[in-house]
């Protein structure tokens, strides 16, 4: 076992790189590009093995990834969001829609025709026991990309593989050991050299930390963070964890039975959440902070998720939701463009900015055909202010909102004006030592 | 230090005297106490010390949160506690006292018999942890009738009465379904419902949450507190996640490598935290309740292995602040001294020291 | 659940129809593309005296002058309704379940084979429920007791009952307890309706040959079986409830545990029923395994037909049975 000495911590490449803030650079062209995007799985019974359902897995699903950004597509377990990972992988087909990359439709192409694309996609799994054949070497599972994909690098394979070891914060002498020599936390730094091989454009993780220890969470997340700098890499970031999705990303797709619900700039998603769901997520994230405790105000949503074989109509939220009107029984919220690169799918967004800049305030959504709402026009169509909020008097009582979540989010608090000099020390996370 | 105890499954009393005598009992307001706790596994490979020597102690109606990553023991304290290690090759030392009684010395029978009477367990994975062939009615009568000389049809109509109390839609006829008919939340539902069986006075709740998404885990949460507050019984909460901790617990027991290493309220724990360790978890989390850190402050490393910990502290290896004790941090195992009424640390670093670089270079950063 | 019931009803038939198709095939279909004429086909089925003229008999009698087809549709319906055979001597209808004429003996075949299932079916029986019963206590034993004396002693007992042939095991038990110490003198069957006592009596020597090889491999299985189920999570909240040990072990560890065994059980029993081959040679007990032997060694194809349709239903019923007890034993199959 190689505990603790070598494993490193954060890796060297941030050294190189150019300063934190800069990293951050403005997005780019859109990389990849996601419309209309569905997978229906069927479901037999019966005698004769009839299809007598369809699991709405995914169920229409627009958005775009820039190059260089990372897109968080956070959700509860169904929600359909690892079977989206998997469609722009193409490990899935998926029933209906498109995926571009790069401008090519890779929903069209055979697998011949996808096998040289494949480079430039790459996936980082959960579990890092199970994605790795246990079988084979570090440096046979970390060589694998440039065999498939006949790529012979220079300097060779082996020197290839070391160096991407290195990278990753693992000893290039550890080429010759098998999986099992590694703790779970380096065993994902293998998966990550493998993705990282053919240095794709696009890399997909799909919940990359979730089965990890926290201290070994936070090495990793680091770990993706420097790489992105590094290589100019675009991720998309699938992970149920609200907080490591508002750490790693970008912008961030809130999804439920299936569809986004709610997609924003990060910043804009978590100080202000628009849709219902996103809200009551939000809330139920606990905090370490035992102070808060019987301060803070949680929505408790009642019940579990509808089964995405029978979701309800129109609005899927409906059932749970607090503030849920006859409306949101009978016609779909479109996504919509509700404030600037903020789109919301709901008649009664939470958090709108009033005229008046008033704090609390619910809109009431004029429901408008949803073939006439075109993106951006929601936001004008809601015009009236109604001053008594339409929450308490859910009719149908299937949710009930044990607290009103006030506006002032959970996101933003006096520490985000401290200084954060410290943050720009070097790559190593050795904490710093302080002047003696 | 006591010596081990090989737990058999037929041990009896005349069978236990390599072990040394207990203790004095504790003070009667100490429900559980739990007193230089050893869990050690023989193997091939040499002996894991997964649990090395922990205390706490517990009142009636408080919550004591258990934190630590995978190896960390505790888990296997929990288990201990329950009795659960017989059968295994589990070496169990030390004392364990509930309401009065040492239970490392009883027997294995008189363990069983406070097992889901006075004493229940909710585990991690609702799923695994039920029985597929039976129906969830059948597993919460079972562990009802085994404490309770009643009819079939008076366990029966209390399972039902359990399954409405812990928020099951229609429990007269999600009785009779089988645990694979029940949601991943429901089904942590049950596994309460069948733990409350019998009105437990001590309820150890091992990562009750971790296999639930996050809108489900408030709700099991909110229904542990809840009953908690109802029956005014002891709750230890193993987890992970300093969220939940902070969520429930009303003191909290840091571990590493089968021991303590910070023990205290939960607020001075967050708040003051005074162990290198305890600032590693909470740099390494990423959080709602602050401005997103452009960067996170992992442990460095992994955790060592049990049967080769490192000499002296076992988290030397990782702390960054282990070169300032002049070697003692390799020749001692530091032990759990309390710095502050109720706060405990075991950490070689003066104690002023630590509260200089927490107040100085950590808390600034989180 | 009816609709889980009528599916692996469903499934049985269709196995049929397809194990007729396939029987069909290997005696009728695959000679006659190995370059068979209908002639010399017509030769194999005749029996000692081959003339001309019975041969052309034997031919227009299993239709063999007849296309493909319409020779299995002949097949199935001698099966499902009875057939009439012209052997030249006599004209014979065989009655359904007609399963053939084997023109050497002169006789239907399903009538012997009627007499001889039976006798297989008693010693598959009785040796069942003995392996069933010994192996997995072994098993549940050993798994219990891991790496104690008696599960190293069981595993090697194991081993030799895997490892040793009926024919050894049979011929040993015969000369130790029929002609050294003559217990059990003179094996032969004994119809149970006849003397229940004299008909277990004559088989307690077959019974334990044929479950010795059984017992050692299910006890194995048992004991794999049961130290992963005694792992399982849902183990550890039994005894978290307080149950008795007893109560864990059997209702929630060997509950579990069972249920693939049940699978292979089921299996093995509809294999046996085909025959148990070299138990039934040892012991002289006329099976339909010997009977089986005796026709392949005569050549004499209508019986092997025969014998080898009745095997195949027996395992398909025996899957069956395993099919619906499984259903019963597991909640999740009902879907």
């Not at chain 1, 209906?96 to 996936?123: A, K, N, V, Y």
């Not at chain 2, 040492?102 to 006075?118: H, K, P």
């Not at chain 3, 190995?34 to 034997?58: F, N």
Request: hydrophobic share 40%; glycine share 8%; net charge neutral.
């Amino acid at each position: 076992m190689t505990e603790g000495a070598r494993a490193g911590d954060d890796v060297n490449v941030a050294q190189a790189g150019e300063p934190e803030a800069a990293s951050r650079r403005e997005p780019g062209d859109v990389l990849v590009r996601v419309r209309g995007l569905r997978k229906h799985f069927p479901i037999r019974s019966g005698m004769t093995r009839r299809r007598a359902g369809t699991v709405k897995a995914v169920d229409g699903l627009d958005f775009d990834i820039r190059e260089g950004e990372t897109l968080g597509l956070v959700g509860e377990s169904g929600c359909g969001k690892s079977t989206t990972g998997r469609m722009v992988m193409r490990l899935l087909e998926p029933s209906e829609g498109t995926i571009e990359f790069g401008g090519r439709d890779l929903t069209r192409l055979s697998r011949g025709q996808l096998r040289p694309l494949r480079r430039d996609f790459q996936m980082i799994f959960q579990d890092p026991q199970s994605s790795l054949n246990p079988r084979h070497t570090v440096g046979t599972i970390v060589g694998l990309p440039f065999r498939l994909q006949k790529v012979t690098p220079e300097g060779g394979v082996k020197k290839a593989v070391q160096e991407l070891l290195e990278l990753v914060g693992l000893s290039p002498e550890h080429y010759n050991r098998y999986p099992h020599e590694f703790s779970g936390g380096q065993r994902q730094r293998i998966g990550i050299a493998r993705a990282l091989a053919l240095r794709p454009k696009l890399v997909v993780a799909d919940e990359p930390v979730s089965a990890l220890d926290v201290s070994i969470q936070a090495q990793v997340v680091n770990l993706l963070d420097d790489l992105q700098s590094e290589f100019g890499l675009t991720y998309l970031i699938i992970a149920h964890d609200l907080s490591v999705v508002r750490h790693t990303s970008d912008r961030v797709a809130v999804m439920y039975l299936g569809k986004i619900v709610e997609i924003a700039d990060r910043e804009d998603l978590y100080s202000s959440p628009k849709h219902p769901y996103t809200v009551a997520l939000m809330s139920a994230v606990p905090v370490p902070d035992p102070a808060r405790r019987e301060s803070r105000d949680r929505i408790l949503l009642k019940g579990d998720v509808p089964s995405p074989m029978d979701p309800p109509p129109a609005c899927r939220f409906h059932t749970r939701c607090w503030k849920a009107q006859d409306i949101c029984k009978t016609q779909e919220p479109p996504l919509a463009e509700l404030t600037t690169r903020h789109q919301v799918a709901c008649h009664f967004p939470e958090n709108m900015p009033t005229e008046d800049g008033a704090g609390e305030a619910v809109l009431l959504a004029k429901p408008a055909p949803a073939d006439a709402v075109a993106a951006g026009e929601g936001a004008e169509a809601v015009a009236e202010t109604s001053a008594e909020a339409p929450a308490e008097t859910s009719a149908d009582g299937a949710a009930e909102p044990v607290a009103e979540s006030s506006t002032d989010s959970p996101a933003e608090t006096p520490a985000a004006a401290s200084p954060k000099a410290p943050d720009e020390a070097p790559g190593k996370d050795t904490p710093p030592t302080p002047a003696p | 230090m006591p010596r081990l105890l090989p737990r058999r499954k037929r041990d009896t009393a005349a069978e236990l005297p390599k072990l040394a005598p207990a203790g004095p009992p504790p003070e009667p307001e100490n429900f559980l106490e739990v007193r230089d706790l050893t869990v050690h596994f023989p193997t091939d490979d040499g002996l894991v010390r997964s649990v090395d020597g922990v205390n706490f102690a517990l009142q009636r109606g408080r919550t004591l949160g258990i934190v630590g990553e995978s190896g960390s023991g505790k888990s296997v304290t929990s288990l201990a506690v329950m009795g659960l290690h017989g059968g295994t090759s589990a070496r169990i030392g030390g004392e364990i006292w509930l309401d009065g009684k040492e239970l490392v010395r009883s027997t294995a029978e008189e363990v069983r018999l406070m097992r889901g009477r006075r004493m229940a367990m909710i585990f991690q994975d609702p799923m695994s942890s039920m029985h597929p062939f039976y129906t969830v009615g059948h597993q919460i009568i079972e562990a009802y009738q085994v404490h309770n000389e009643v009819s079939a049809k008076q366990a029966r109509a209390h399972a039902i009465d359990l399954l409405g109390r812990v928020g099951i839609p229609r429990p007269d006829r999600r009785v009779d379904d089988y645990p694979h008919q029940f949601s991943g939340g429901m089904r942590q539902r049950a596994m309460i419902a069948m733990a409350l069986s019998c009105d437990p006075e001590l309820l150890i709740a091992d990562e009750p949450t971790t296999a639930l998404d996050v809108t489900v885990q408030a709700q099991i949460l909110d229904l542990i507190r809840d009953l908690q507050a109802e029956f005014n019984s002891a709750v230890v909460m193993i987890t992970h996640d300093l969220g939940v901790v902070a969520e429930l617990a009303d003191d909290v027991l840091v571990m590493y490598a089968g021991r303590a290493v910070e023990h205290g309220p939960a607020r001075t724990l967050f708040e003051q935290p005074r162990h290198p360790y305890t600032w590693g978890l909470l740099g390494s989390l990423t959080r709602l309740d602050r401005a997103r850190q452009e960067r996170l402050m992992p442990i460095k490393g992994s955790p060592p292995s049990l049967i080769s910990l490192p000499s002296g502290c076992a988290f030397r290896t990782r702390c960054p602040y282990a070169d300032r004790n002049d070697g003692r941090e390799k020749t001692e195992v530091p032990q759990l001294l309390e710095i502050e009424p109720g706060h405990r640390t075991a950490c070689h670093l003066d104690p002023g020291e630590r509260e200089r670089i927490w107040t100085e270079d950590i808390r600034p950063r989180l | 659940m009816i609709f889980y019931l009528l599916r692996r009803l469903a499934g049985a038939v269709v196995l049929l129809l397809i194990v007729t198709m396939a029987v069909f095939a290997i005696f009728f279909l695959i000679p006659r593309l190995g370059g068979a004429t209908s002639d010399q086909l017509a030769a194999r089925y005749v029996g000692k005296s081959p003339t001309p003229a019975a041969i052309e008999q034997v031919k227009h009698s299993l239709g063999l002058d007849k296309s493909v087809p319409v020779q299995y549709g002949r097949f199935v319906k001698g099966i499902v309704a009875g057939k009439d055979y012209d052997t030249g001597v006599r004209k014979v209808h065989c009655a359904p379940p007609c399963l053939g004429f084997s023109f050497r003996n002169n006789l239907e075949v399903w009538p012997r084979l009627q007499d001889r299932i039976p006798v297989t079916l008693s010693l598959a029986a009785g040796a069942a429920v003995i392996w069933l019963l010994a192996g997995v206590s072994i098993g549940v034993i050993s798994a219990l007791k891991r790496g104690s004396l008696w599960d190293r002693f069981s595993m090697g007992f194991a081993l030799a009952g895997v490892s040793l042939p009926p024919f050894f095991t049979g011929l040993v038990a015969l000369a130790l307890f029929s002609y050294q110490w003559p217990i059990f003198k003179g094996v032969h069957y004994v119809p149970f309706l006849d003397n229940p006592a004299s008909w277990a009596w004559n088989l307690v020597l077959p019974w334990l040959t044929l479950a010795f090889l059984y017992a050692a491999l299910y006890a194995r299985l048992t004991r794999a079986g049961m130290l992963e189920t005694m792992s399982e999570d849902y183990i550890r909240t039994a005894r978290a409830k307080g149950l008795r040990e007893r109560d864990v072990i059997v209702k929630h560890g060997l509950r579990a545990a069972l249920t693939p065994i049940l699978t292979i059980f089921g299996m093995d029993v509809g294999l046996l029923l085909g025959g148990a081959i070299l138990t039934e040679q040892v012991y002289s007990l006329n099976g339909v395994g010997k009977f089986a032997v005796e026709a392949i060694g005569q050549q004499d194809l209508p019986e092997v037909l025969g014998v080898t349709m009745i095997a195949a239903i027996f395992v398909i019923l025996a899957n069956l049975v395993v099919d619906l007890l499984y259903a019963v034993v597991d909640p999740r199959v009902r879907t």
